[in-house]
């Protein structure tokens, strides 16, 4: 029998050791597995919805979050199973050298027992009245709640950060396609600066400042670039793909700006904001927290039921049924009971001013975002004038030094100036789209484009 106690012991420890799943990968094959996935999943061109959905299934922030949500779930299903019955089965083996006897008399022994001997039994426990098991569950179950809206929490700011880089690569991406234009019209110019140098129209040195004036476009061309290529290893990264593919991006719609006051939007900011529900979640833990601290106080009654079965020859029942109920109470444990409640209590208003701050927070971001976002429209309003101004003088000097009437060094003047105005409006158009999904962002609300 003890062998097969045994062997059973080690089938299960073997069962064990091979339940441990342990996931290792060398670098090399990282490397060799995200560049395959990139190649076989990555889209040719990705609009902006393209990228958000992406972002949503492949991120790994969100794949964790999930899976702390399941955790959570597994958490609440482990506190409820204290309301369900306990069952513990016992098997026992027990052999002695010699055989157990008892004095009878002078010089007289009796067998008492057999000389080895199995015992079994089965314990059944069902608790009746477990106050903090039901508070324990509880919190358990809000934990839930509050894993899936850190889940909704992460994919949004996920999200957020797929609009930003994906702006900022547009940002890179027209720059780069406007001083490529500029490049090829100062390449034009230094022709045409070079037969008015052979013709004594120019001299040496107005022909280096357009030689500088080349040099300083493409040094701008190069920083776009680079540029360029960080920004979309970054969205790269957000959308779960190596970050040393190439991404070409199709041109979104405009976004378009929220119509509700500004009190409308903080109304409804207050009420869809995850931060604020998480605040408030995490309330909702703190009170079931001091409703387990007064629990404590309170007592408990388990109910339990045991069946066992020796092959002992020498008892007179083999088979024995107990049942009962037993109950605990705690009288005094050091203060412990009292310190743990007067914590809870504590924690608890720590939360609800916890809540209070996030509350002030989106209050503050949606001001802050709102107003930003009418400086935005004032200042892209002013810079579209003012390209139209640098446009037209930009075509007038053109037209002037054409007839010899300005100076090289004005009219290359005049284009620096064109071109610094052109990088300013199209970061003014991007950084207005931001400002946009940052609200949106903070309302908790779908994009919506004109």
């Given amino acids: 029998m003890k062998y097969k106690i045994i062997f059973i012991l080690f089938v299960l420890f073997f069962i064990c050791n091979c339940a441990t799943n342990k996931k290792t990968i060398t670098e090399t094959d990282y490397l060799k597995n995200i560049e395959e996935k990139t190649k076989n999943e990555l889209p040719a061109e990705l609009s ?6 992406l972002a949503l299934k492949n991120n790994l922030a969100i794949r964790k979050s999930e899976m702390q949500k399941q955790i959570a779930e597994s958490d609440k299903n482990i506190a409820f199973s204290a309301f369900l ?11 002695w050298h010699y055989q157990p006897e008892q004095l009878a008399g002078p010089n007289t022994y009796r067998i008492i027992q057999d000389k080895s001997i199995t015992d079994r039994a089965i314990e059944i426990q069902l608790p009746i009245i477990a106050p903090a098991a039901w508070f324990v569950y509880s919190s358990y179950k809000r934990g839930t709640e509050l894993s899936d809206i850190i889940k909704q929490y992460t994919a949004q700011m996920i999200k957020f950060q797929t609009i930003l880089y994906y702006y900022k690569c547009l940002i890179a991406e027209e720059n780069k396609n406007f001083l490529v234009s500029q490049i090829n019209a100062a390449k034009a110019l230094y022709s045409d600066f070079e037969t008015r140098k052979n013709e004594n129209l120019l001299l040496d040195w107005q022909l280096e400042e357009l030689k500088v004036f ?18 979309g290893a970054k969205l790269l990264d957000i959308l779960g793909y190596s970050p040393l ?7 979104q719609q405009e976004l378009e700006m929220p119509k509700e ?22 309330l909702d833990i703190s009170n079931e927290k001091i409703k387990i601290a007064i629990s404590n106080f309170l007592p408990t009654l388990i109910s339990f039921a045991n069946f066992t079965h020796t092959n002992n020859e020498y008892t007179k029942y083999a088979n024995q049924t107990i049942l009962g109920l ?9 203060f412990k009971d009292i310190a743990e409640y007067q914590k809870a209590r504590k924690s608890n208003e720590i939360y609800y001013l916890q809540m209070e ?22 200042t892209l309003k002013i810079i579209e004038k003012n390209l139209a101004v640098e446009t037209a003088r930009l075509n007038n000097i053109k037209e002037k030094h054409k007839e010899n009437l300005v100076s090289s060094s004005e009219l290359l003047q005049v284009l620096a ?7 300013a409006f199209i970061k003014a158009q991007y950084n207005r789209q931001i400002l946009i999904a940052a609200l949106y962002n903070i309302i908790n609300r779908n994009l919506k484009t004109n």
């Fill in 48 to 53: 902006l919805n393209d990228c958000i959905d």
């Fill in 85 to 95: 019955p306990k069952i513990n089965f016992t098997l026992g083996f027990k052999e």
């Fill in 214 to 231: 080349l040099m300083s476009k493409y040094s701008e061309l190069n920083h776009y670039d680079r540029l360029r290529k960080i920004e």
């Fill in 245 to 251: 593919a190439d991404i070409k991006l199709k041109h």
């Fill in 261 to 282: 006051t500004l009190t409308d939007l903080m109304l409804e900011a207050l009420k869809n904001n995850l931060s604020i529900k998480i605040a408030n979640k995490n």
């Fill in 326 to 334: 037993s109950g605990v109470i705690s009288i005094f444990n050091g």
């Fill in 357 to 378: 701050e996030a509350m002030l927070s989106v209050l503050l971001q949606v001001l802050e975002t709102y107003n930003n976002l009418q400086d935005a429209d004032e």
């Fill in 417 to 423: 100036n064109y071109d610094t105005v052109k990088s």
